[in-house]
């Protein structure tokens, strides 16, 4: 075998290995991000709210805990409610901030990490972000509702 065959076989050596490598790990890969009206329709909660704190949940997981400013969809709760999500890239999570506000487009989560019913979850994949100037996601939504105080939070303000 010449000079020449024998670097065609090890090229074609090589190009056969790279074919059959396992592919690198990657983040999670968000292929259909939804536009807004698919995101309105499909989400079980719509609210705004800023991030108090975030805390570990099952592996792969982190709550968020969010104090709520305002609300368009499902039942709200009090002032606050904790969201499951991924705890990093790989799982797909959001990426909350302590001390910042976002949208969150979520889903009750049954199973979802552990979580119940009772539960909301969002990812990365779907439309959750930190608000902005100019968001057209808040203009889209309208004016942020907001709930009425409960007797409780009245009597304590006027304490």
């Known amino acids: 075998m010449g000079p020449s065959s ?5 090229l074609a050596t090589a190009a056969l290995l790279v074919s059959f490598a ?17 995101a ?14 975030i805390r570990p949940a099952q592996p792969g997981a982190v ?8 609300w368009w969809k499902g039942a709200p709760p009090n002032t606050m409610i904790d969201v499951l ?14 001390g910042t506000q976002y949208i969150v487009y979520a889903f009750h989560a049954p199973s979802m990490y552990g979580g119940t019913a009772a ?5 990365s994949c779907w439309r959750t972000h930190e608000t902005y100037p100019e968001d057209p996601d ?22």
């Open 119 to 123: 539960d909301i979850w969002t990812h």
């Open 22 to 38: 396992p592919g690198r790990a990657t983040a999670c890969s968000c292929t259909n991000i939804p536009d807004f009206a698919r």
């Open 85 to 98: 999500t991924g705890e990093n890239d790989g799982n797909c999570g959001v990426h909350f901030t302590v």
């Open 138 to 159: 808040l203009a889209a939504l309208g004016p942020v509702p907001v709930s009425p105080a409960s007797w409780g939070a009245l009597k304590i303000s006027y304490r």
């Open 63 to 70: 709550w968020a805990t969010l104090r709520i400013v305002g």
């Open 40 to 53: 309105f329709a499909e989400s079980d909660v719509i609210l705004l709210g800023e991030v108090t704190g």
């Open 6 to 10: 024998r670097a065609f076989a090890a």
